[in-house]
């Protein structure tokens, strides 16, 4: 899976059409294995990340959870802390 592509439901705020997108864009990118296609596949390229990103709005705003949401500084901390230990950086 990608590394770059982020749990976008149940956050406070909501995902942004923007993080959806970048997802969208990710996901895109590693099934074609083109970070940049060529001019002869751009159309298709551009139309297969707009459809994952309509697809994934309208799975995060389908989705339904009792959980209380999750706030995105204190889940940036917690990412942050793993990669310090990951990547054993020393302070």
Do not use: Y
Not at 21 to 29: D, G, I, P, Y
Request: aromatic share 6%; hydrophobic share 45%.
């Amino acid at each position: 899976m990608c590394r770059n592509i982020k749990t976008l439901f149940n956050f406070q705020p909501p995902a942004t059409e923007a993080e959806i997108r970048n997802a969208s864009l990710q996901f895109v990118r590693k099934l074609s294995g083109f970070n940049a296609p060529s001019k002869a596949n751009q159309a298709a390229f551009d139309r297969a990340v707009e459809e994952v990103a309509s697809a994934a709005s309208a799975l995060i705003a389908s989705l339904v959870t009792a959980a209380e949401p999750r706030d995105r500084e204190v889940e940036a901390a917690r990412a942050r802390a793993r990669a310090a230990i990951r990547f054993d950086v020393r302070r």
